[in-house]
């Protein structure tokens, strides 16, 4: 089946509800976006990527309440954290039904994006999305859609095109250990703009 190139984002929502992958520019780099609750997407995410089986995507919400599906509950600290859009939090899971997201790992990284049209998308989609950036295992992730394309052609039914990627800056990965702030990767955040939250 032929793939399609559109500049709206709110083309890529049948495709998601059908359980296709779709690339999107997310705030930092492009990336195969699919629904989270989607166990058959997202191995198919990993499967055309050639991922490792043991690192987990991480997760676009739309907003804290979100993370209800996944039965967390985050602490004061961990929401304020979430509060600041585009910066990566990983939380505790305990729930077995997301093994195939969390890979054994009992934690999940999630993300509440920047870009006020993805917050939209995964609002009107009703579920989230896995994210992880638009490349194979161990390539340079697409900086625009023709390389998108060549990565991965009719393996992915939409591509939206935003443009070419002007910003190549990964999102800073946090953890709450302690009642304390761990920065794990300083990216799109700086520590000291993480720590201005407290």
């Known amino acids: 089946m032929p793939y399609k190139v559109s500049n709206n984002i709110f083309d890529a929502k049948e495709f998601l509800k059908l359980g296709k992958p779709a690339v999107i520019k997310t705030d930092t780099l492009y990336g195969i976006l699919g629904n989270a609750l989607n166990k058959s997407t997202v191995e198919y995410i990993y499967k055309i990527k050639g991922r490792k089986k043991e690192k987990p995507f991480i997760i676009l919400i739309s907003s804290i309440d979100d993370l209800e599906i996944f039965g967390i509950e985050p602490s004061e600290l961990e929401r304020k954290l979430l509060s600041l859009k585009g910066l990566t939090v990983i939380l505790n899971v305990n729930n077995s039904d997301f093994d195939y997201l969390h890979r054994g ?26 994210a992880p950036s638009c490349n194979p295992e161990g390539k ?3 900086k625009n859609i023709k390389e998108a394309i060549n990565y991965f052609g009719e393996k992915i039914p939409i591509y939206i ?8 800056t990964a999102s800073s990965i946090v953890k709450v250990e302690n009642k304390k702030i761990k920065v794990l990767r300083e990216g799109n955040y700086s520590i000291r703009e993480i720590k201005n939250i407290l």
């Open 105 to 130: 790992s009992f934690s999940l990284a999630f993300r509440i994006p920047k870009k006020e049209n993805l917050i939209k998308l995964i609002k009107e989609l009703k579920f989230p999305l896995v």
């Open 140 to 142: 340079e992730p697409a």
């Open 161 to 168: 095109d935003e443009g070419k990627n002007e910003n190549n």
